[in-house]
């Protein structure tokens, strides 16, 4: 079936840097999701992202945090400056329509880990 | 707020045998339902998902699930498990039509052959 990539699958940085996680949607796809899931605890939504805007973001949603998808290509997460807290796994999924009509589809998460 | 709870962490069932995997919401309107699988090193699939009408419906690979309003429920089941069926299931719910969704910690299936 149609997958979702993501890259790198695992990444450790130092507290302070930045990190870019990159996800290759699936190609006909139009929204795209991150989420959030610390090691114990429940995935979580971050964004969602639609016609190169944030549509809907939560309060894990910092101001460090930003999402693009430049010229179509990855749909791309940066934190700068990284913190301990972002240490977690990110799930980047995909749709071709919103809401419950569509299906999302999910990567196998990007584990980041902040020293 | 909105929350769903999955009671069982980890469910070991024999191979051949019937299965339940529970989910208990909350919210005061009745949401979008949703039940994921992650198989080892794949991202999360869709099995199953309801809004309205017939309160069970069906899935891929013969699951279903049974949606009850009055116990804020929306319990996975399978008549017979493969040991194929070994993964992570996560419960999840929507209150907007928007792809957010809130997800339950997961239960862990483990199929003894």
């Known amino acids: 079936g149609p997958k979702v990539l993501q890259i790198p699958s695992h990444q450790i940085i130092d507290m302070g840097q930045m990190v870019t996680l990159n996800c290759d949607p699936v190609s006909n796809h139009l929204y795209f999701y991150w989420y959030k899931q610390i090691l114990g605890q429940q995935m979580e939504f971050l964004v969602n992202?639609?016609?190169?805007?944030?549509?809907?973001k939560s309060k894990l949603f910092k101001d460090q945090f930003s999402v693009e998808r430049p010229d179509g290509s990855y749909f791309t997460l940066k934190i700068q400056p990284t913190a301990l807290e972002d240490s977690a796994v990110y799930f980047c999924?995909?749709?071709?329509?919103?809401?419950?009509?569509?299906?999302?589809?999910f990567g196998e998460g990007s584990k980041l880990t902040v020293l | 707020a909105q929350s769903v709870t999955q009671p069982d962490a980890r469910v070991t069932v024999s191979e051949g045998a019937s299965l339940q995997l529970r989910c208990k919401y909350s919210?005061?309107?009745?949401?979008?339902l949703f039940w994921y699988v992650q198989y080892p090193r794949q991202g999360l699939q869709l099995l199953l998902k309801y809004y309205s009408g017939d309160p069970v419906v069906q899935g891929v690979n013969s699951f279903e699930a049974e949606f009850s309003k009055s116990n804020s429920s929306f319990h996975l089941q399978k008549a017979s498990v493969h040991w194929s069926d070994s993964a992570v299931y996560f419960c999840a719910l929507s209150m907007t039509n928007t792809g957010k969704l809130t997800f339950g910690d997961g239960t862990v299936l483990t199929v003894k052959p």
């Open positions: 992202f639609y016609n190169g805007k944030v549509m809907e």
């Open positions: 999924a995909s749709s071709l329509v919103q809401g419950y009509t569509g299906q999302l589809y």
């Open positions: 919210y005061s309107a009745t949401p979008y």
